[in-house]
Protein backbone atom coordinates (compact mmCIF):
# COMPACT_ATOMS: atom_id res chain seq x y z
CA UNK A 1 0.00 0.00 0.00
CA UNK A 2 1.29 3.43 -0.98
CA UNK A 3 1.63 6.22 2.25
CA UNK A 4 0.59 9.37 1.48
CA UNK A 5 1.06 12.05 4.60
CA UNK A 6 0.68 9.42 7.31
CA UNK A 7 -2.33 8.00 5.49
CA UNK A 8 -2.05 4.58 4.07
CA UNK A 9 -3.89 3.94 0.28
CA UNK A 10 -4.95 1.03 -0.74
CA UNK A 11 -3.42 0.00 -4.03
CA UNK A 12 -3.64 1.88 -7.07
CA UNK A 13 -5.08 5.36 -5.19
CA UNK A 14 -3.45 8.16 -4.97
CA UNK A 15 -4.41 11.46 -3.23
CA UNK A 16 -5.56 14.06 -5.77
CA UNK A 17 -3.73 17.89 -5.18
CA UNK A 18 -6.61 20.18 -4.80
CA UNK A 19 -6.07 23.08 -8.04
CA UNK A 20 -6.71 26.97 -6.66
CA UNK A 21 -9.68 27.74 -8.07
CA UNK A 22 -9.82 30.58 -10.56
CA UNK A 23 -12.17 33.52 -9.93
CA UNK A 24 -13.32 35.53 -13.13
CA UNK A 25 -11.44 38.92 -13.54
CA UNK A 26 -12.79 41.78 -11.23
CA UNK A 27 -13.50 38.87 -8.34
CA UNK A 28 -11.69 38.18 -5.00
CA UNK A 29 -12.14 35.27 -2.61
CA UNK A 30 -13.47 35.59 0.58
CA UNK A 31 -10.18 36.22 2.47
CA UNK A 32 -9.47 40.02 4.24
CA UNK A 33 -6.86 41.99 2.85
CA UNK A 34 -5.10 44.67 5.00
CA UNK A 35 -5.98 48.11 4.70
CA UNK A 36 -3.16 49.15 3.70
CA UNK A 37 -3.69 47.49 0.20
CA UNK A 38 -6.83 49.94 -0.34
CA UNK A 39 -7.76 53.45 -0.34
CA UNK A 40 -9.07 53.40 3.60
CA UNK A 41 -5.68 54.02 4.48
CA UNK A 42 -5.83 57.86 3.36
CA UNK A 43 -9.78 57.80 4.07
CA UNK A 44 -10.92 60.82 5.36
CA UNK A 45 -15.11 60.26 5.74
CA UNK A 46 -16.75 57.33 7.28
CA UNK A 47 -19.96 56.61 6.69
CA UNK A 48 -21.97 54.16 9.10
CA UNK A 49 -25.06 52.58 8.75
CA UNK A 50 -27.61 50.67 11.12
CA UNK A 51 -29.75 48.83 9.08
CA UNK A 52 -33.34 47.84 9.25
CA UNK A 53 -36.30 47.08 7.12
CA UNK A 54 -38.67 49.92 9.07
CA UNK A 55 -36.03 52.28 9.74
CA UNK A 56 -32.22 52.80 8.54
CA UNK A 57 -29.62 54.88 10.62
CA UNK A 58 -26.92 56.42 9.13
CA UNK A 59 -24.04 58.93 10.19
CA UNK A 60 -21.40 60.42 8.44
CA UNK A 61 -18.25 61.37 9.93
CA UNK A 62 -15.11 63.23 8.80
CA UNK A 63 -11.74 63.68 9.91
CA UNK A 64 -10.35 67.67 10.70
CA UNK A 65 -7.06 67.76 11.38
CA UNK A 66 -6.43 65.71 14.36
CA UNK A 67 -10.39 65.61 15.35
CA UNK A 68 -13.43 63.42 14.36
CA UNK A 69 -16.54 65.92 13.60
CA UNK A 70 -20.13 64.57 12.53
CA UNK A 71 -21.05 65.93 9.12
CA UNK A 72 -25.02 64.39 8.73
CA UNK A 73 -26.97 61.88 10.43
CA UNK A 74 -30.26 60.40 10.15
CA UNK A 75 -32.81 57.80 9.78
CA UNK A 76 -34.64 56.76 6.62
CA UNK A 77 -38.34 55.66 7.68
CA UNK A 78 -40.89 53.51 5.74
CA UNK A 79 -44.86 54.03 6.64
CA UNK A 80 -45.96 52.04 9.19
CA UNK A 81 -48.11 49.37 6.99
CA UNK A 82 -46.06 49.45 3.72
CA UNK A 83 -45.05 45.45 2.87
CA UNK A 84 -41.76 44.47 2.89
CA UNK A 85 -40.73 45.11 -0.36
CA UNK A 86 -41.72 48.67 -0.63
CA UNK A 87 -39.94 49.50 2.72
CA UNK A 88 -36.70 47.74 1.14
CA UNK A 89 -36.90 49.99 -1.87
CA UNK A 90 -37.55 52.78 0.07
CA UNK A 91 -34.40 51.87 2.47
CA UNK A 92 -32.33 51.31 -0.56
CA UNK A 93 -33.29 54.20 -2.58
CA UNK A 94 -32.75 56.99 0.11
CA UNK A 95 -29.95 55.61 1.17
CA UNK A 96 -28.41 55.59 -2.34
CA UNK A 97 -29.11 59.87 -2.73
CA UNK A 98 -27.17 60.02 0.85
CA UNK A 99 -24.54 58.64 -0.19
CA UNK A 100 -24.27 60.30 -3.36
CA UNK A 101 -24.35 63.22 -1.70
CA UNK A 102 -21.89 62.73 0.80
CA UNK A 103 -19.58 61.30 -0.77
CA UNK A 104 -18.05 59.15 1.62
CA UNK A 105 -14.44 57.84 1.37
CA UNK A 106 -15.27 54.35 3.14
CA UNK A 107 -18.54 53.02 5.04
CA UNK A 108 -18.67 50.59 8.06
CA UNK A 109 -22.38 48.23 8.63
CA UNK A 110 -23.03 46.31 12.14
CA UNK A 111 -23.02 42.17 11.79
CA UNK A 112 -26.26 41.09 12.19
CA UNK A 113 -26.62 38.19 14.50
CA UNK A 114 -29.82 36.25 14.58
CA UNK A 115 -29.54 35.78 18.96
CA UNK A 116 -32.21 34.11 20.33
CA UNK A 117 -34.91 35.51 17.80
CA UNK A 118 -34.12 33.82 14.19
CA UNK A 119 -36.64 34.95 11.98
CA UNK A 120 -36.00 38.60 13.31
CA UNK A 121 -31.93 37.80 12.41
CA UNK A 122 -33.16 36.90 8.95
CA UNK A 123 -35.50 40.39 8.77
CA UNK A 124 -32.98 42.30 9.58
CA UNK A 125 -30.69 40.63 7.40
CA UNK A 126 -32.86 41.72 4.22
CA UNK A 127 -32.08 45.43 5.19
CA UNK A 128 -28.85 44.71 5.56
CA UNK A 129 -28.51 43.25 2.09
CA UNK A 130 -30.08 46.73 0.76
CA UNK A 131 -27.23 48.75 2.85
CA UNK A 132 -24.45 46.33 1.56
CA UNK A 133 -25.84 46.76 -2.37
CA UNK A 134 -26.04 50.43 -2.42
CA UNK A 135 -21.96 50.69 -1.36
CA UNK A 136 -21.17 47.69 -3.63
CA UNK A 137 -22.44 49.89 -6.27
CA UNK A 138 -20.32 52.82 -5.27
CA UNK A 139 -17.13 50.55 -5.30
CA UNK A 140 -16.63 51.65 -1.38
CA UNK A 141 -14.39 50.01 1.12
CA UNK A 142 -16.64 48.67 3.74
CA UNK A 143 -16.01 47.41 6.39
CA UNK A 144 -18.46 44.76 8.59
CA UNK A 145 -17.85 45.35 12.70
CA UNK A 146 -19.44 43.36 15.66
CA UNK A 147 -21.69 44.97 17.84
CA UNK A 148 -19.32 44.61 20.69
CA UNK A 149 -16.46 46.08 18.70
CA UNK A 150 -18.52 48.78 18.25
CA UNK A 151 -19.60 49.54 21.59
CA UNK A 152 -16.41 49.27 22.86
CA UNK A 153 -14.88 51.47 20.45
CA UNK A 154 -17.33 54.58 21.60
CA UNK A 155 -17.82 53.31 25.48
CA UNK A 156 -14.24 51.31 26.01
CA UNK A 157 -16.95 48.18 27.37
CA UNK A 158 -17.82 45.92 24.52
CA UNK A 159 -21.32 44.64 26.82
CA UNK A 160 -22.35 48.47 26.88
CA UNK A 161 -26.10 49.13 26.35
CA UNK A 162 -27.56 51.28 23.15
CA UNK A 163 -28.59 54.27 25.55
CA UNK A 164 -24.74 54.26 27.14
CA UNK A 165 -23.59 54.11 23.09
CA UNK A 166 -26.01 57.07 22.65
CA UNK A 167 -24.64 59.13 25.16
CA UNK A 168 -21.12 58.79 24.26
CA UNK A 169 -21.90 59.68 20.68
CA UNK A 170 -23.57 63.12 21.91
CA UNK A 171 -20.15 63.94 23.90
CA UNK A 172 -17.43 62.37 21.79
CA UNK A 173 -19.19 64.42 18.80
CA UNK A 174 -20.72 67.47 20.55
CA UNK A 175 -24.11 66.77 19.70
CA UNK A 176 -25.91 67.67 22.16
CA UNK A 177 -27.80 70.44 20.51
CA UNK A 178 -29.41 68.21 17.94
CA UNK A 179 -29.23 64.68 19.25
CA UNK A 180 -28.94 62.28 16.84
CA UNK A 181 -32.16 59.35 17.39
CA UNK A 182 -31.30 55.78 18.57
CA UNK A 183 -30.73 54.70 14.49
CA UNK A 184 -28.78 57.58 13.88
CA UNK A 185 -26.84 57.00 17.17
CA UNK A 186 -25.99 53.68 16.36
CA UNK A 187 -24.82 54.58 12.76
CA UNK A 188 -22.63 57.47 14.19
CA UNK A 189 -21.06 54.55 16.53
CA UNK A 190 -20.04 52.47 13.33
CA UNK A 191 -18.73 55.21 11.59
CA UNK A 192 -16.71 56.36 14.87
CA UNK A 193 -15.36 52.89 15.15
CA UNK A 194 -14.28 52.44 11.78
CA UNK A 195 -12.34 55.97 12.06
CA UNK A 196 -10.73 55.27 15.09
CA UNK A 197 -9.44 51.92 14.87
CA UNK A 198 -8.87 51.99 11.14
CA UNK A 199 -5.42 51.23 11.47
CA UNK A 200 -5.95 47.25 13.09
CA UNK A 201 -8.39 46.48 10.26
CA UNK A 202 -8.80 44.33 7.48
CA UNK A 203 -11.42 44.55 4.93
CA UNK A 204 -12.75 42.49 2.56
CA UNK A 205 -12.41 43.83 -0.83
CA UNK A 206 -14.12 43.57 -4.38
CA UNK A 207 -11.31 44.74 -6.30
Do not use: N
Not at 82 to 88: A, D, M, N, V
Not at 126 to 140: E, F, I, S, Y
Amino acid sequence: MAEAGGLILPPGMRLRRRRRRRLPPGFADSVCRPVSDIRLKSASRFFGIDPGTRAMGYGIIERRGGELAAVRYGVIRAPEGWPLERRLLRMYEGLCDILDAAAPDAAAVERVFAGRVPRGGLVLGQGRGVALLAVAQRKLPLVELAPAEIKKSVTGKGSASKPQVARMVLHLLDLSARPPARDAADALAAAWCLAMRLPWLTVASSR
